[in-house]
């Protein structure tokens, strides 16, 4: 169970380290990319997570301890969620990427058909490949 809370803490915090970043804001990711758990706010920090989560272990490790299914079960729902928290982060990632390849393009005076273009050719993929 404690393993389970460690996994999604560590993947949350993942999946929105870069939320912190200047160029979200610049670029009107911030507006996409939010937590979806209402415990939270909508850009948590690290340590606001780490602090609301090490409130709550003692008292999910104890329900744990008399239901042991209530534990697997919130170790079994974990991991999509873990998923879904690294792809958001290879996605704020590859958005912020993507912003400051058109932020240069723009810079260098590029017409919009040659933008256009180069975002058609893209193909995105929300895991790094190997």
């Keep these: 169970m404690i393993s389970s809370r460690a996994l999604d803490i560590i993947s949350t915090i993942y999946g929105f380290k870069q939320i912190n970043d200047n160029r979200i804001k610049e670029y009107g990711l911030d507006k ?3 937590e979806g758990n209402p415990y939270y706010s909508r850009h948590p920090s690290s340590s606001e997570l ?3 989560e090490s409130r ?3 008292a999910l490790y104890i329900i744990s301890m008399i239901w042991p299914a209530i534990g697997r079960g919130m170790l079994f729902g974990t991991i999509p969620i873990a998923e879904n928290n690294y792809k958001a982060g290879f996605t704020i990632k590859y958005s912020i990427e ?3 390849k058109v932020k240069e393009m723009l810079h260098h005076k590029k017409e919009e058909h ?3 273009g180069y975002l058609k050719k893209l193909n995105y993929y ?3 490949k190997s």
């Design 98 to 100: 993507l912003g400051d």
């Design 114 to 116: 040659e933008i256009k």
């Design 56 to 58: 709550n272990i003692p």
């Design 126 to 128: 929300p895991f790094p």
């Design 32 to 34: 996409y990319f939010i």
């Design 50 to 52: 780490l602090y609301k």
